[in-house]
């Protein structure tokens, strides 16, 4: 079987690439890319995969059986078209079965929500291909939390508008394992699945950096408001409204919901002990 994956330069679609790799070696692994130029070394084909670029798709699926779509960075409305564009291109070159990347969250009510409703949109327009599929509905990560430790140092806080709402986070790691299993098992064609560890809050959140970095960072509850203001100021106009909604949505308990990560992958979501104490 041959299996590609888009976005491969991106954080997500190389390591599923690599956990691909590492635990296929029977099946041939092809990466698809925008840039090829940011790819690390794979060890594997790479080819041309923008998602505005229809012919350039098409001739890239040649020969693929299973793609793995990583949802893309664009504004919403210019999203649900690049994915359509794959997986037209996916139907147009014989792929089989289709395996599409979306996100957990609500269609309505938060500033985030434009951009669940285009990866709603994407999995419809992966349910109507005709193709086999899969769908799994990734956590928020954790990793920019870690990443984000210096600034929070600086403030002594974590501060946004979560309250007291649970979040099922997840890494970009657990998550490759959990998709190799969506691509490679046939069992889970025509399902859609939540793929995210044990939901905690925001002061657990802080404990677990506390413990992991050292650090004495406190919980500060802020309004949805105020963190969309907050965040507009050091983000900007599109990606703060979306930080400051999935706030707002871990707020309202969106994502604090069973998680399928288990079934999929047979055994547990890495815990959150265990990734805290391994940086
Ligand atoms: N669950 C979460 O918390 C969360 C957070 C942020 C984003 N996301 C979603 O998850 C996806 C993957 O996350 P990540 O961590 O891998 O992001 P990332 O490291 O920033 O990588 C984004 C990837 O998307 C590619 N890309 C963007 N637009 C494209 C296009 N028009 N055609 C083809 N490729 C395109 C980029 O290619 P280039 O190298 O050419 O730029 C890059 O490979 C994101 O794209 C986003 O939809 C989820």
Same mark, same amino acid.
Request: proline fraction near 4%.
């Given at each position: 079987?041959? @299996?590609?994956?888009?976005?491969?330069?991106?954080?997500?679609?190389?390591?599923?690439?690599?956990?691909?790799?590492?635990?296929?070696?029977?099946?041939?692994?092809?990466?698809?890319? *925008?840039?090829?130029?940011?790819?690390?070394? +794979?060890?594997?084909?790479?080819?041309?995969?923008?998602?505005? *670029?229809?012919?350039?798709?098409?001739?890239?699926?040649?020969?693929?059986?299973?793609?793995? +779509?990583?949802?893309?960075?664009?504004?919403?409305?210019?999203?649900?078209?690049? =994915?359509?564009?794959?997986?037209?291109?996916?139907?147009?070159?014989?792929?089989?079965?289709?395996?599409?990347?979306?996100?957990?969250? $609500?269609?309505?009510?938060? &500033?985030?929500?434009? $951009?669940?409703?285009?990866?709603?949109?994407?999995?419809?327009?992966? *349910?109507?291909?005709?193709?086999?599929? &899969? @769908?799994?509905?990734?956590?928020?990560?954790?990793?920019?939390?870690?990443?984000?430790?210096?600034?929070?140092?600086? *403030?002594?806080?974590?501060?946004?508008?979560? %309250?007291?709402?649970?979040?099922?986070?997840?890494?970009?790691?657990?998550?490759?394992?959990?998709?190799?299993?969506?691509?490679?098992?046939?069992?889970?064609?025509?399902?859609?699945?939540?793929?995210?560890?044990?939901?905690?809050?925001?002061?657990? +959140?802080?404990?677990?950096?506390?413990?992991?970095?050292?650090?004495?960072?406190?919980?500060?509850?802020?309004?949805?408001?105020?963190?969309?203001?907050?965040?507009?100021?050091?983000?900007?106009?599109?990606?703060?409204?979306?930080?400051? %909604? @999935?706030?707002? %949505?871990?707020?309202?308990?969106?994502?604090?919901?069973?998680?399928?990560?288990? &079934?999929?992958?047979?055994?547990? =979501?890495?815990?959150?002990?265990?990734?805290?104490?391994?940086?």
């Amino acid at each position: 079987m041959t @299996i590609a994956v888009t976005a491969v330069s991106g954080q997500l679609g190389g390591a599923i690439a690599r956990a691909l790799i590492e635990t296929q070696p029977d099946q041939t692994i092809i990466g698809l890319a *925008r840039t090829p130029a940011n790819v690390g070394d +794979l060890g594997v084909e790479i080819r041309a995969g923008d998602y505005g *670029r229809p012919d350039q798709l098409c001739a890239s699926l040649a020969g693929v059986d299973t793609l793995l +779509l990583v949802s893309g960075m664009d504004a919403p409305d210019a999203r649900i078209q690049q =994915h359509r564009n794959v997986i037209d291109a996916a139907k147009s070159a014989g792929v089989k079965k289709i395996v599409y990347t979306s996100i957990q969250g $609500v269609e309505q009510g938060t &500033a985030f929500s434009p $951009v669940v409703q285009s990866n709603r949109q994407t999995e419809s327009d992966v *349910r109507a291909s005709g193709l086999d599929y &899969a @769908i799994g509905r990734n956590g928020i990560y954790i990793e920019p939390d870690v990443e984000y430790i210096e600034s929070y140092k600086t *403030r002594g806080e974590i501060a946004n508008s979560a %309250g007291a709402g649970k979040c099922g986070y997840t890494t970009r790691s657990e998550l490759a394992f959990a998709y190799t299993s969506l691509l490679t098992n046939d069992i889970f064609n025509g399902q859609t699945v939540n793929l995210y560890g044990t939901p905690i809050t925001q002061s657990q +959140l802080a404990d677990y950096l506390n413990n992991a970095f050292g650090t004495s960072l406190v919980y500060r509850e802020m309004t949805p408001d105020e963190f969309i203001a907050d965040r507009t100021v050091e983000l900007g106009d599109f990606i703060g409204p979306i930080i400051g %909604g @999935i706030y707002e %949505g871990i707020r309202q308990g969106i994502y604090d919901t069973p998680s399928d990560f288990q &079934a999929v992958t047979g055994r547990p =979501h890495q815990s959150w002990e265990e990734y805290f104490s391994a940086l």
